[in-house]
């Protein structure tokens, strides 16, 4: 056991909660964290949600604590400002969330049984969550999915939702068919159309390939962090091999890059 697994963790929470009043105190605090409001610290909190999901991704397991811990901060971050406005607090915040996971939970927290298919479960949790958005008064079925989303995620869950009430293709074939359909329509509008609607039929176009991602059950986000994680390892061996003869990219062409692209793909396949 470590150090630090040794620590006291409402101790912990109560000190960051601590410092961060201090940081946002008027007279004696930050002056750059005294200026920040909500919207001006959503897209930090946006940014160390996407960190911790890089250090996973990575297996970067010694930084995962840290990026975790800069993503609790934008909680107390967001329930400090709240504290001073009378609005909430970070105990109204946890409360919230546990009385959630218990509700949503009856199988562990109540009398329901635990003994029930994973199809069966999924199917309670989308009812329970259902009574949570009639209380919130969410009529449509689109309801509640976050803006703030990134828009590969959120087509994912906005067709999830069309989906539960059966508004979908039933095989992936017709999605991509459709793909096809909005393929075409991207490289006419292309030809023939203005900026705006080229920029409509692109957009469509990644709807349709969020939702085959959906219908072969892939996270279009991970898809895509793994595809410029690739591109940004294997331009690297591109760098460096011109590096090694005194050059970089700009002094090079694209037939020659794109040998040492293929390259550096037989590498990474020699290894795997």
Not at 103 to 126: C, I, M, T, Y
Not at 234 to 241: C, P, Q, S, V, Y
């Amino acid at each position: 056991m470590t150090e630090a697994s040794r620590r006291d963790p409402g101790a912990e929470i109560a000190r960051l909660i601590d410092i961060m009043a201090q940081l946002r105190d008027p007279q004696t605090g930050c002056p750059w964290d005294i200026e920040q409001d909500f919207a001006s610290i959503a897209p930090y909190t946006i940014e160390e949600a996407h960190e911790v999901a890089d250090a996973i991704d990575r297996q970067a397991w010694s930084e995962l604590p840290g990026e975790l811990g800069d993503l609790l901060l934008q909680v107390v971050f967001h329930a400090q400002m709240a504290r001073e406005a009378e609005m909430f607090d970070f105990a109204d915040c946890a409360a919230a969330i546990s009385d959630k996971l218990v509700f949503r939970h009856p199988h562990v927290f109540g009398d329901e049984s635990r003994d029930k298919s994973a199809e069966q479960q999924v199917k309670d949790w989308e009812a329970i969550k259902a009574v949570e958005r009639a209380g919130k008064a969410e009529r449509g079925a689109l309801d509640g999915v976050a803006l703030g989303l990134p828009a590969l995620t959120r087509a994912v869950k906005l067709q999830n939702r069309a989906a539960r009430v059966g508004f979908d293709w039933p095989h992936a074939g017709e999605v991509l068919d459709k793909i096809a359909e909005e393929t075409a329509e991207l490289v006419e509008a292309r030809d023939s159309l203005g900026p705006e609607a080229l920029e409509e039929e692109f957009g469509d176009l990644l709807f349709a390939m969020a939702n085959l991602a959906r219908h072969l059950k892939v996270d279009p986000e991970q898809a895509l962090r793994r595809a410029n994680a690739k591109f940004t390892r294997r331009f690297g061996a591109i760098e460096a091999a011109l590096a090694a003869t005194g050059r970089r990219p700009e002094n090079s062409d694209l037939a020659e890059m794109d040998r040492l692209w293929d390259a550096a793909k037989a590498a990474e396949k020699a290894a795997e």
